[in-house]
């Protein structure tokens, strides 16, 4: 059994800020790419942000300069720092994590999502 679970939503000002974080727990044996993706009203779910295991980040064109993705793999968290926010933003947002688990005397691999959280920037 794995868990992705959010947190860190809410409601911002234009231009706030706000810190997301999600954590992976149960049987994990490791954690490849961590990502962030969002999901507007009447809108299809869009990446964000990723990062791969070794630190390399990949950004959505919208965010760059605005939002930083890190995180902890002794913690198995990945956070997601957003900056200047705009209504624009105003979205769910949600951990997704490609990782490795043993099962039945093999490595294999999967893809979860979280549960998201509520984003909601407006003055």
């Known amino acids: 059994q794995v868990q992705l679970v959010e947190s860190g939503g809410g409601l911002v000002q234009p231009g706030g800020s706000l810190r997301l974080s999600c954590v992976a727990s149960?049987?994990?044996?490791?954690?490849?790419?961590m990502g962030w993706y969002r999901q507007a009203p009447g809108k299809q779910r869009e990446l964000v942000a990723q990062?791969?295991?070794?630190?390399?980040?990949n950004y959505a064109d919208s965010v760059k300069g605005r939002f930083t993705i890190s995180r902890d793999n002794a913690k198995n968290t990945v956070y997601l720092q957003m900056n200047s926010l705009k209504p624009d933003d105003t979205a769910v947002y949600y951990c997704?994590?490609?990782?490795?688990?043993?099962?039945?005397?093999?490595?294999?691999?999967?893809?979860?999502w979280g549960q998201g959280t509520k984003v909601t920037v407006s003055s």
């Open positions: 990062i791969t295991s070794g630190g390399s980040t």
């Open positions: 997704n994590a490609d990782l490795r688990r043993y099962i039945t005397f093999a490595v294999r691999a999967y893809n979860y």
């Open positions: 149960g049987s994990i044996l490791s954690i490849n790419t």
